[in-house]
């Protein structure tokens, strides 16, 4: 049986502005400082985005251990290297820092009319699909209901709007295992005739962060998509949330959701 469409959409980036603001350098830092994370070394962006994000980010956005845990061992681990003992309340400065950073990684208020409207689509099967830590699922639940929308993690959960994580599933978007772990929850109403994407695919993460590397984001386009129609079988269209220079300007980020919203809709069907 055919069933509607399937619209992911992504989170950091993309739906939320503040996660992008959060990596520049002025917030980070402060984030840092306020932690008690700069006092043990962590002092400039390139230290935590070099030493701290890219050795633990495999391990820690493909599985349930968490950001709190991998930042903690991360810290533990330089101190030692450099003949340090780490303070008794590390883990406590790692969760405030983490806290820190899902308090600023909201739902831009945006996008709520287009959220609003796939969750009362029948036809619709909408999904927040995010490479992400493990703390992340529960938090971007409490952002949609906030909005009042209906949310739950996708595995195990119900809800009009439900969270993917790349931490629960085991596995990144852009890999086959992320969508074939999900195919069961995706494929509930039917087999989605057609399959509607809206991702930065990491382009608009902050500049030191690998991620956000231009020739990883092209690839990470490509096995997206080609990954998509792979398993489901059904044609996929994709809007690229990449903001001009990575700059996170309200005005340019509101224009691009406009666009976006309006992508998704005439994708959907009026």
């Not at 520049?24 to 390139?46: C, H, K, V």
């Not at 061992?73 to 406590?92: C, F, M, N, S, W």
């Not at 639940?141 to 959960?157: D, F, K, M, N, T």
Request: charged share 20%; aromatic share 8%.
């Amino acid at each position: 049986m055919n069933g509607g469409v399937l619209v992911a959409l992504d989170y950091s980036g993309t739906l939320s502005l503040g996660a992008l603001l959060f990596g520049g350098d002025e917030a980070l830092l402060e984030a840092l400082a306020t932690s008690g994370l700069r006092e043990l070394g962590i002092d400039r962006p390139e230290t935590f985005w070099k030493e701290i994000v890219e050795p633990t980010w495999e391990a820690a956005s493909t599985t349930p251990c968490g950001y709190g845990h991998v930042l903690s061992e991360q810290v533990r681990a330089l101190l030692a290297a450099r003949g340090l003992r780490p303070p008794a309340d590390l883990r406590a400065r790692a969760d405030a820092f983490v806290a820190r950073y899902l308090a600023q990684s909201a739902i831009d208020p945006a996008w709520k009319p287009l959220l609003s409207e796939l969750a009362e689509r029948p036809q619709v099967t909408a999904i927040i699909a995010t490479d992400h830590y493990a703390e992340a699922t529960g938090h971007i639940v409490g952002q949609l209901e906030a909005l009042g929308i209906a949310a739950g993690p996708a595995l195990g959960g119900s809800g009009r709007v439900l969270v993917a994580n790349s931490a629960d599933l085991g596995a990144h978007k852009a890999d086959r295992a992320f969508w074939e772990r999900l195919r069961p929850v995706a494929t509930k109403k039917g087999h989605p005739r057609s399959i509607v994407v809206v991702d930065d695919f990491g382009a608009n993460e902050a500049a030191p962060d690998a991620y956000g590397d231009p020739l990883r984001v092209e690839r990470r386009v490509r096995a997206t998509v080609e990954t998509l129609a792979a398993v489901f079988g059904a044609p996929v269209e994709s809007f690229r949330f990449c903001l001009p220079g990575r700059r996170p300007d309200g005005p340019t980020y509101q224009s691009l959701v406009r666009q976006a919203s309006e992508f998704v809709r005439q994708a959907v069907g009026q």
